[in-house]
């Protein structure tokens, strides 16, 4: 039986391993060095939001994230690596549609009540009014047309709808 448990916890550490080394942020895509986010910081367009503040350095490499988070915002460390681990997350996710290019989020003081859908929908929004993911398309006010199978191009009349009177003419 001994054996039999140590196999198994073998395989769920492995398995377990695995969906965490999937799920991680790779170096690769962090802004890491203070040079860095002094360029982001001198040279990127800015976007702001009552929660966050977007700097993005467009650029050739793949979208990398850097976080600032201050105790301004939250003294609690909890709370900091709450906002941060959001924010990371939802970047993680987008990292694919966005542009190369550097990213700096700073969190502002609000970020503190707010609750992780808010933080995660004003990473979106933000994004998009940067320019770094387009937006969403208008639903509109029409219906969507349905294309007929009739060889008539006109839409064909309910039985409800009046028929025009062609005898007065």
């Known amino acids: 039986f001994a054996r039999v448990r140590a196999v198994l916890c073998g395989l769920f550490r492995i398995r377990d391993f695995v969906l965490v080394k999937s799920a991680t942020f790779p ?6 060095t203070g040079a860095e986010y ?3 910081f001198a040279q990127a367009r800015r976007t702001s939001d ?9 650029g050739e490499t793949p979208a990398k994230l850097g976080l600032a988070v201050s105790r301004k915002v939250d003294p609690n460390a909890v ?4 906002i941060k681990r959001v924010f990371r997350d939802q970047f993680r996710k987008l990292r694919g549609q966005l542009p190369g290019g550097d990213y700096v989020l700073v969190a502002r003081v609000a970020a503190r009540k707010a609750d992780n859908a808010q933080l995660r929908e004003t990473l979106l929004r933000t994004l998009m009014r940067a320019g770094a993911l ?3 398309a208008a639903p509109g006010t029409m219906p969507p047309v349905k294309e007929s199978t009739s060889s008539s191009s006109l839409p064909s009349l309910s039985s409800n709808t009046p028929k025009p009177d062609v005898s007065t003419g």
């Open 79 to 82: 709370g900091r690596n709450r």
């Open 134 to 136: 387009p937006a969403p």
């Open 38 to 40: 002094s360029r982001v």
């Open 27 to 32: 170096p690769a895509a962090r802004v890491r």
């Open 50 to 58: 009552p929660l966050l503040s977007l700097h993005w350095l467009a």
